[in-house]
């Protein structure tokens, strides 16, 4: 007599829960923080060890916190193989620019004033960068939920493709030009520690290093100092490049700006919404921490609105920083928040 095996259904795992198969995209990002409000303490050490307490201040004892963080989803829903490759495809496109470039000469065309600019404002820009990626990898440690988590490591990536970029940009234009000054990293650095105009940028980018709020790190990286970074470094920057002459520097920041900056934007605009479609009173948390930093933030684009209306054929300081202005505002609007100045 045959007998007759039930079939099975199909299961994932345990934390899975609902009646479909996850997507790639889920099944290597879902609950992966088991540790996010574990009892007694995050990890399997004492509660009273240092990294618990800290966790169980800065995490779970941040007011930017919702019942559930599970539901957040990257808009692009990379895994680390898709971010991988959409930014192999970006990469190639800036070597494929760089290679038509030099094959014209172009760095040995550029005036000395737009070279004395690079040097005194482009180039120190790696060091704000830096700190851009210092801050994505901080909220991506203590983000509650993976899905956070892996958007900011993919926002610190970005930020090292951009600071490669223009390291590589000090060493060809030093080569080129005969120029040993520009790819003199303690020339730059002393530029960002002594330069007058970087000071209110600095001040900035060094006390946002030191919100350790996991919701505060969140709120001043990428609702103040990222975006107003970006909209000088790159947009206001592709502006006096191409103004100069300098259609190669002017086409890597358009694309930084076109992809990284826009998934940044993206994946702010996708905490936001879910934090506050769960409970709406926390867009007043997130408009106090915006109104502490904004005084800093507003000093330093004022700084960065000198340092860029110094280049040849630049715009005013007011004007620029007029720019900078209206479309941070827009943005912050477009998130519900608003700049109370």
């Known amino acids: 007599m045959s007998q007759v095996r039930a079939r099975r259904r199909k299961a ?8 479909r198969m996850p997507s790639e ?12 409000r574990r009892e007694p303490a995050p990890f399997e050490l004492s509660p009273d ?21 599970e539901g957040v989803r990257d808009p692009y829903r990379y895994t680390y193989r898709h971010y991988v490759a959409a930014r192999h495809e970006r990469e190639v496109y ?12 172009h760095d040995r065309s550029l005036d000395g004033a737009w070279l004395d600019f690079l040097g005194r404002v482009v180039l120190p820009a790696r060091f704000p960068l830096h700190a851009l990626q210092m801050s994505a990898a901080y909220v991506a440690k203590m983000a509650p939920s993976s899905f956070v988590t892996n958007m900011f ?24 030009n005969d120029r040993a000054d520009l790819a003199d990293s303690a020339k730059a650095r002393a530029t960002w520690e002594e330069d007058a105009d970087w000071q209110p940028v600095r001040e900035l980018v060094e006390k946002h290093l030191v919100a350790y709020d996991w919701g505060e790190a969140f709120a001043v990286r990428n609702l103040v100092v990222k975006p107003i970074l970006d909209e000088f470094v790159n947009v206001e920057g592709a502006r006096v490049a191409r103004a100069s002459g300098d259609e190669l520097l002017a086409l890597m920041l358009d694309d930084f700006q076109d992809h990284d900056t826009r998934y940044s934007r993206d994946a702010t605009r996708a905490v936001v919404d879910h934090a506050l479609g769960k409970n ?44 900078v202005g209206e479309r941070y505002a827009s943005w912050l609007g477009d998130l519900g928040l608003e700049l109370r100045r």
């Open 12 to 19: 994932t795992w345990s934390l899975w829960t609902e009646r």
């Open 25 to 36: 995209y889920e099944a290597v990002t879902y609950r992966y923080h088991y540790h996010f």
């Open 49 to 69: 060890w240092s990294i618990n307490q800290w966790y169980l201040k800065y995490r779970e004892g941040s007011a930017f916190n919702v019942d559930d963080w």
């Open 94 to 105: 800036v070597d494929n620019l760089i290679d038509e470039f030099e094959r014209h000469d």
């Open 153 to 176: 490591h993919f926002q610190a990536g970005d930020e090292m493709r951009r600071i490669q970029r223009i390291a590589y940009l000090a060493k060809a234009l030093a080569l080129d």
């Open 280 to 323: 709406p009173e926390l867009r007043g948390v997130l408009q106090g921490w915006l109104d502490r930093w904004e005084p800093l933030g507003h000093a330093a684009a004022e700084g960065l609105a000198r340092l860029f209306a110094s280049a040849p054929k630049a715009d005013p300081a007011e004007a620029i920083l007029g720019r």
